[in-house]
């Protein structure tokens, strides 16, 4: 396929432990993120009147997973962004749909 064609084309030029090692994902670095300040945007984003808009989450538990994540920037962090992703997009469905109006049927 191309990437094969590319891969012979670069051979002369990339080192072959670059060119022949396995196919990696990217990990975001939300770790890093955490410690120079998502950690204090991650508690804007969870709010309880921002979360209870959609009433799926219970706030209580949310308040003390943010207690800790205050305590511990980098502890929680998987967790964390993982509420913020899902509470923005949700946010960013549920407002673009206000605007956009109901779906014709």
Known sequence: GVKNILRLAMRD???????DRN?????????DWMA???????LEVLQPDR??????????????????????????????WTLVMFQLWWEYCTDTLKILGPHPA
């Open 36 to 42: 120079l300040g998502l950690a204090k945007y991650s």
């Open 51 to 80: 979360i209870a808009r959609h009433g799926l989450w219970r706030p209580e538990r949310i308040a003390s997973l943010l207690e800790d994540l205050s305590a511990s920037p980098t502890r929680l962090f998987r967790k964390v």
């Open 13 to 19: 030029l990339v080192p072959a432990e670059v060119i």
């Open 23 to 31: 196919k990696e994902g990217f990990v975001p670095p939300v770790k």
